[in-house]
Antibody, heavy 117, light 111 residues
Framework: EVQLVESGGGLVQPGGSLRLACAASEFTPGTYWMHWVRQAPGKGLVWVSLIKSDGTTTSYADSVKGRFTMSRDNAKNTVYLQMNSLRVEDTAVYYC??????????WGQGTLVTVSS | DVVMTQSPLSLPVTLGQPASISCRSS???????????LSWFQQRPGHSPRRLIYKVSNRDSGVPDRFSGSGSGTDFTLKISGVEAEDVGVYYCMQGTYWPLTFGGGTKVEI
């Protein structure tokens, strides 16, 4: 069964950094476009970033552009989200998603990021 | 950015009865490859989202056939032919034609 397992969330102070990881089982992330989507407490879904299947292209929401970087390591079947200069408004559950718009969609269980002093 | 507008915000339903959610986009979602990248997601209380429908009308694996999607251009609909108790939750539409990808605000389905 395909599984996506996120890790790396936690409590961080404003201005701090975190790196989220998304480990994939039963498939290689490099075969699919991968995305991060977040959900602030009690709020709706917001797309954050994507990385193309061949890793040549990334794209980001304006709210995180210049602060977040998405990458992948095919040898470890893992995609990452490096989050710098974190703000209180970045507090959310972050979901790793495979193939958000295609035929092979799959969501992880999410990891909570809390930015607070 | 493409704005996705869902209605209603809240949908009281009766078990066994049909239900319908509307989603409208601020511009046509037809991509240059001819596909329309409109998806529907369900989020049950306390759970991760789960996709139900992709490219307007394609059901994901394991999704009951009481769920169906339709529409074109800027106007889309998710229908539940007969609501079951497990269908309670929030439903979101999302467009994947343009970057940034954008979600609708959600429709809460409650018994």
């Amino acid at each position: 069964e395909v599984q996506l397992v996120e890790s790396g969330g936690g409590l961080v102070q404003p201005g701090g950094s975190l790196r989220l990881a998304c480990a994939a089982s039963e498939f290689t992330p490099g075969t699919y476009w991968m995305h991060w989507v977040r959900q602030a407490p009690g709020k709706g879904l917001v797309w954050v970033s994507l990385i193309k299947s061949d890793g040549t292209t990334t794209s980001y929401a304006d709210s995180v552009k210049g602060r977040f970087t998405m990458s992948r390591d095919n040898a470890k079947n893992t995609v990452y989200l490096q989050m710098n200069s974190l703000r209180v408004e970045d507090t959310a559950v972050y979901y790793c998603v495979r193939d958000l718009i295609g035929a092979s969609g799959q969501w992880g269980q999410g990891t909570l990021v809390t930015v607070s002093s | 950015d493409v704005v996705m507008t869902q209605s209603p915000l809240s949908l009281p339903v009766t078990l066994g009865q049909p239900a319908s959610i509307s989603c409208r986009s601020s511009q046509s979602l037809v991509y240059s490859d001819g596909n329309t990248y409109l998806s529907w997601f369900q989020q049950r209380p306390g759970h991760s989202p789960r996709r139900l429908i992709y490219k307007v009308s394609n059901r994901d694996s394991g999704v009951p056939d009481r769920f169906s999607g339709s529409g074109s251009g800027t106007d889309f609909t998710l229908k539940i032919s007969g609501v079951e108790a497990e269908d309670v939750g929030v439903y979101y539409c999302m467009q994947g034609t343009y970057w940034p990808l954008t979600f609708g605000g959600g429709t809460k389905v409650e018994i």
